[in-house]
């Protein structure tokens, strides 16, 4: 309890150190001085006035809220970790590719159906590595209603409903077998994922040689459609466009004045295949020849009217515009894209696109309205090996502005600048964008850079790549850590960085660790446009329909039937028991529990687990959840309630007879 006191004792310290020296700058001093405890806990803690200012900047009280939530890919634990900004806290951890014991996540009926029901155990996926969350949009702008997120390692996409925060969908690619990336349009009608690594198309076995390679292998921009009313994609309404077998990873859909298309990068356009063994180039020298790769400027409204004509064939259920159409149709162009670029970014107003490479110490800032004359025009300095024609680079690209070794992903304020994220010099370059953000004389420069600890991948800021932008806060995502943590092993933490960049210059305001996996790119979105439910609003809600489900029940229902090998249990959670207490079936019965919370209080959560079965729900006020299982051991078992729901806790338990 005293170290409690003392923590909040030395914050409220800091509060009023900078209130008071406020006071003083201004020179409406009261005449008050500093109080000594204050002074000495500053001097004890050796804290400098940078770090007093960032700690009062970050610092959120007991029982008052956070500005904005963060949506981060949760890496290689194939979930999505949600904090809170400025303070960093982490919320939630939301299970999307991979069993989530808390919420129950891959256990009931309904959840398993999502994660993959149906799978053999040889077959079922038990992780995914999140990379790109992506917010739903309305006119450009986060809406908060939807967030999806890719599954690297395994070529899928999920859906996470934001009212509740669970993952309601997961779709799996028919055609890729890696992909990176995910984006949606202006107003969501379609969840963007390009395949990372190019693979057999059709997929299958195709040999491993250049010739092969280039013939047989391909990369593909998937456009899965969204359904807004049923808050799924329909695979069916889906489509995608063939490309060359380059390695296509990011996206970025045009907005305002680019709406309509797509500008997608890749790299390893020289095609390489490794073979270090047969004393061939390794990948990474192979992939890293050439100056230049190509950004792809793909016209998706026209694609998906081709499609809608016929113009695609369907492969393994998904509609293809084939590459050939995608050329003689002019859905397809590619502009020269300096060294390895990942990062692909499109302004605030639609019209310029930031791109950055890997090995280059420029970004590179395309015009789309150069583009579209350049089209019109046919300014071409040649075709890929494919037939794709390739815009002029000089015909196309507004600016290059040298912002520091190894760029890769840029965001931007609502004052004109961008943000890139520098890889080797482990920094965050800030500069200008040229007219209309700035005047031509202020546009296009190197104003501000600032270290990060260490090797930054992607970074977000606030809305930072939406039609409006909203500034404040950066988040650098940095891979390493180093010296920042005292080291707990030898898998360190990553290390995300929350930067002020509501001024001229940048300032780090703190160190989150991630001690759970890489988490590669985030999005920021103000607090209240998430409207999140705090229970399910109408009792028995099933979380798959998120309608109250005809099975789900009231106080006084509860019941047992028995019909032939099957035993269905009707139960209802309250604080603190469940009815029934006591089920008995036989050795070889199949068993169906129906559990309804028929709490309305918020907060008012119970588990349900039974020991031996691997069974653990979460059950959330209102919240109806099926469980099915096979009785195969004889016992007698226990059941409890996983959550410490009341001071009668340990009570609310029962069991499970299992006769032989
Ligand atoms: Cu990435």
């Known amino acids: 309890m005293k170290v409690r006191t003392q923590g909040v004792t030395v914050v409220l310290a800091l509060a009023l150190i900078l209130a008071l020296a406020l006071i003083v700058r201004q020179g409406t001093s009261t005449g008050q001085s500093l109080p000594r405890d204050l002074q000495e806990l500053v001097q004890a803690r050796k804290l400098t006035p940078d770090q007093v200012r960032a700690a009062l900047q970050t610092y959120v009280p007991p029982g008052q809220y956070d500005e904005y939530l963060m949506f981060s890919s949760g890496g290689q634990s194939g979930q999505v970790l949600v904090y809170g900004l400025p303070s960093m806290r982490l919320l939630r951890v939301i299970g999307v590719f991979a069993p989530e014991p808390w919420q129950g996540y891959g256990f009931s009926k309904e959840t398993r159906q999502v994660l993959g029901e149906g799978e053999t155990p040889e077959e079922a996926l038990t992780w995914g590595d999140t990379h790109h969350p992506a917010i739903s949009e309305t006119n450009g702008e986060y809406d908060g209603q939807f967030l999806f997120i890719n599954d690297k390692a395994n070529a899928r996409m999920a859906v996470v409903d934001l009212r509740d925060f669970a993952t309601k969908q997961i779709v799996k690619n028919p055609n890729a077998a890696s992909n990176h990336g995910a984006v949606v349009s202006p ?93 061939q180039p390794p990948m990474e020298i192979g992939a890293s020849a050439r100056d230049m790769d190509y950004l792809h400027i793909i016209n998706w409204k026209k694609a998906a009217q081709l499609v809608a004509q016929g113009k695609g064939r369907v492969v393994n259920g998904m509609r293809v515009l084939p590459l050939q159409v995608a050329i003689d149709q002019g859905v397809l162009y590619f502009a020269p894209q300096p060294k390895s670029p990942h990062g692909n970014d499109v302004a605030p107003r639609g019209d310029y696109i930031v791109t950055a490479g890997k090995l280059d110490p420029n970004v590179t800032v395309y015009s789309f309205k150069k583009i579209q004359e350049a089209i019109k025009a046919r300014a071409f300095s040649g075709k890929d090996p494919y037939g794709v024609p390739i815009l002029a680079f000089d015909r196309v690209v507004a600016a290059q502005v040298k912002v520091g070794l190894g760029p890769l992903h840029t965001q931007f304020d609502d004052k004109g600048n961008a943000y890139t994220s520098i890889f080797l010099d482990s920094a965050v370059s800030k500069w200008t964008l040229g007219p209309p953000y700035k005047n031509a004389a202020e546009g296009w420069k190197l104003v501000d850079k600032i270290s990060v600890q260490y090797n930054i991948g992607h970074l977000a800021a606030v809305m930072g790549d939406t039609v409006k932008p909203g500034g404040k806060y950066l988040v650098a995502l940095n891979k390493w850590s180093v010296d920042q943590y005292r080291n707990i092993g030898p898998l360190f933490p990553q290390n995300l960085q929350l930067i002020d960049i509501s001024g001229e210059k940048m300032k780090l305001l703190s160190n989150t660790p991630v001690g759970l996996a890489e988490p590669h790119l985030a999005q920021i979105i103000p607090m209240d446009r998430v409207k999140a439910w705090a229970t399910y609003p109408q009792p028995g809600t099933n979380p798959l329909t998120m309608r109250p489900d005809p099975q789900a029940i009231k106080a006084g229902q509860a019941r047992i039937v028995r019909r032939g090998n099957t035993v269905e249990v009707w139960m209802t959670a309250m604080r603190s028991h469940f009815t029934p207490d006591r089920i008995r079936v036989k050795k070889g019965d199949t068993v169906i529990l129906h559990i309804t919370n028929i709490e309305r209080t918020k907060d008012a959560i119970h588990g349900f687990a039974i020991d031996r079965y691997n069974i653990n729900l979460s059950l959330e006020p209102g919240k109806y959840e099926t469980v099915t299982f096979r009785a ?3 016992g007698t078992f226990p059941f409890y309630c996983t959550e410490f729901c009341s001071a009668l806790h340990l009570e609310m338990a029962g069991y499970l007879e299992v006769t032989p």
């Open 632 to 634: 195969n051991k004889v």
């Open 187 to 279: 107003n969501t009608e379609y969840v963007l994922e390009a395949t990372q690594y190019a693979a057999p198309f059709p997929f299958g076995y195709q040999p491993v040689t250049q010739e092969s390679y280039n013939a047989r292998f391909r990369g593909l921009a998937t456009f899965w459609k969204f359904d807004r009313g049923r808050g799924r994609i329909d695979p069916a309404a889906s489509f995608q466009i063939e490309l060359p077998p380059y390695w296509q990873d990011l996206a970025d859909f045009g907005k305002l004045e680019s709406d309509g298309w797509v500008l997608m990068n890749s790299f390893n356009t020289e095609r390489a295949i490794g073979g270090t063994l047969q004393k």
